[in-house]
């Protein structure tokens, strides 16, 4: 039985981390413990009280063009509830960003889950843009504009974010104060890491598309079962199995990657 691991295989699979760590960044959000209760803001153009930005409180507007006056204006509220966009009660301002606004706010998901429809989370982000793009507000005063450029590139960053189990999953633990970097190996075992370097191996060996075929597809395989892995964790709430699975999900995504690097 291996006892120990090697020091030229930890390196080595500490270097297959880091692309994945690399890719996946996401913007954060402040940690949970660190979030005070957001307090009731106001409008910064009209005064008018704000609800707080949570998924229940505030509806996305619709946008149409005014023909008469060639700019955007504010039509009833969209049915889908989302984090605070634009004062839709009020004067129809874009606002700010708010400090407490998570990823999970933004597509009003709540409570946060790993177990997301990335059909209906992209749907609900091509809707969003179209609202606070700088396209459609081009209209509106400069300090609106810039708002509204803020909230695209959030919203972008919230998408891109959820959209990947890894990314969802590694965002999830930041909420908990749980940051994974590249020399986290969680209790990965030195079995698990020696698995690792003979897969690098059959990659350097490959021969053929056939081969590549075949180790693309086993790869795949291990990417479903560590995200199978990661749903169960998240649901019984078990953060250490979850964390010990994110770190077990960034090789085979940097062994992903090698694999779409290798050509014949």
């Known amino acids: 039985m291996i006892s120990s691991t090697p020091k030229h295989i930890a390196r080595r699979c500490q270097a297959l981390t880091a692309p994945a760590l690399q890719l996946y960044r996401p913007y954060s959000a402040s940690p949970a413990s660190a979030r005070p209760p957001p307090p009731i803001s106001n409008c910064w153009n009209c005064g008018k009280s704000l609800c707080t930005p949570t998924p229940t409180c505030a509806k996305m507007p619709m946008l149409r063009n005014d023909a008469s006056s060639n700019s955007s204006t504010i039509k009833k509220p969209d049915p889908i509830p989302s984090s605070l966009l634009i004062d839709v009660d009020g004067c129809g301002a874009v606002q700010p960003v708010s400090l407490w606004t998570s990823f999970f706010d933004v597509f009003a998901i709540s409570p946060p889950s790993f177990d997301v429809d990335l059909g209906a989370l992209k ?25 509204s450029e803020t909230q695209s590139v959030f919203i972008n960053k919230a998408y891109q974010a959820l959209r990947d189990p890894l990314a969802r999953a590694k965002y ?15 209790s990965i075992s030195p079995q698990s890491l020696m698995e690792i370097m003979e897969i690098w191996e059959e990659i350097e060996g490959l021969e053929n598309q056939e081969g590549l075929d075949a180790l693309t597809h086993e790869n795949e395989k291990r990417i479903a079962d560590e995200v199978r892995a990661l749903s169960k964790a998240f649901q019984i709430q078990d953060l250490a199995l979850a964390k010990d699975a994110v770190v077990k999900l960034q090789y085979w995504y940097s062994l992903k990657q090698r694999l779409r690097d290798v050509h014949f």
């Open 172 to 186: 999830m633990l930041h909420l908990k104060d749980i940051h994974i970097d590249e020399a986290d190996k969680g």
């Open 123 to 147: 749907q609900r982000y091509l809707r969003m843009q179209q609202i606070v793009h700088p396209d459609a507000n081009s209209q509106r005063s400069e300090k609106e504009r810039d708002f």
